[in-house]
């Protein structure tokens, strides 16, 4: 029996399909405002629904409106589309947070996804860039930062003159030109902000942290943090698939 997980960000959505030990099996990932194109889900999708795959799927998801659409696409279909919140993850995980209804199901995915570590600090570079503290296998809350290429993206949109970049890891002094002042001030800028928000969390704290970088600018940045770091990109996947394992 094979299992079929997906994470709906507000960029992209990523679909997994676990073997019969809840370990990924095949991996696919797209632009969410794809779901809301005609028949792209239903077309991408048939070659994956085989007779060994259970016919219960599990979500989670940050765009309501993207995980809506699915269901009633496949509203007469066999299959049934479920999200995290919809089961009592308090079995599995206590969340001390005001108004956990309002929590992302994305970052409670992705504390649930190491929860075994005990004591961890989740840096998720997504459309923004949250930071989600698990002290004694809890829950406790977090930080959500502008996500990066969103930065970028927002500040061309408003200005006349700058130019489009690629961002360069290898920044060692400020611009000669405008391009090269833009990845200084972005690449600068989020070493900043990320160590500075790390240091906020955990300088005070008698705890020992993992830290673990996920999300599409994790492998860039890995570098800039001044703290023993480990890169995971399944970290979300993990989460929902403890999720699927417990309640389905």
């Known amino acids: 029996m094979k299992y079929l997980i997906g994470d ?3 960029t992209s959505t990523k679909l997994c399909i676990l073997n019969k030990e809840f370990k990924i099996f095949r991996s696919y990932e797209f632009q969410t405002e794809k779901i809301y194109k005609g028949s792209f889900l239903k077309k991408f999708l048939s070659s994956k629904l085989t007779k060994d795959l259970n016919k219960v799927f599990l979500f989670s998801s940050v765009v309501p409106k993207a995980f809506k659409e699915i269901k009633k696409k496949f509203k007469k279909s066999q299959y049934k589309f479920l999200e995290i919140k919809d089961f009592d993850l308090k079995k599995i995980i206590r969340i001390n947070v005001k108004n956990k209804h309002r929590l992302g199901s994305d970052r409670i995915a992705n504390a649930i996804g190491v929860q075994k570590y005990k004591n961890c600090l989740v840096l998720d570079f997504g459309t923004a860039t949250t930071f989600d503290v698990i002290k004694n296998g809890k829950y406790e809350g ?10 970028m993206k927002n500040l ?28 200084a001030g972005f690449v600068w ?7 500075n928000i790390i240091n906020k969390i955990i300088s005070k704290e008698k705890l020992k942290y993992k830290i673990i970088l ?25 989460g929902i698939s403890k999720v699927y394992k417990e309640f389905i």
């Open 214 to 238: 996920t999300g599409g600018y994790a492998n860039f940045f890995k570098k800039v943090v001044k703290r023993k770091i480990f890169v995971d990109q399944n970290i979300t996947v993990k």
């Open 189 to 195: 800028g989020y070493e900043g902000l990320i160590n």
């Open 142 to 151: 977090g930080v959500i930062a502008p996500g990066i290429k969103l930065s």
């Open 8 to 10: 709906i960000g507000n």
């Open 156 to 183: 061309i949109k408003s200005t006349a003159l700058l130019p489009k970049i690629n961002l360069k890891n290898h920044q060692r002094t400020y611009g000669k030109n405008t391009k090269e002042a833009l990845n």
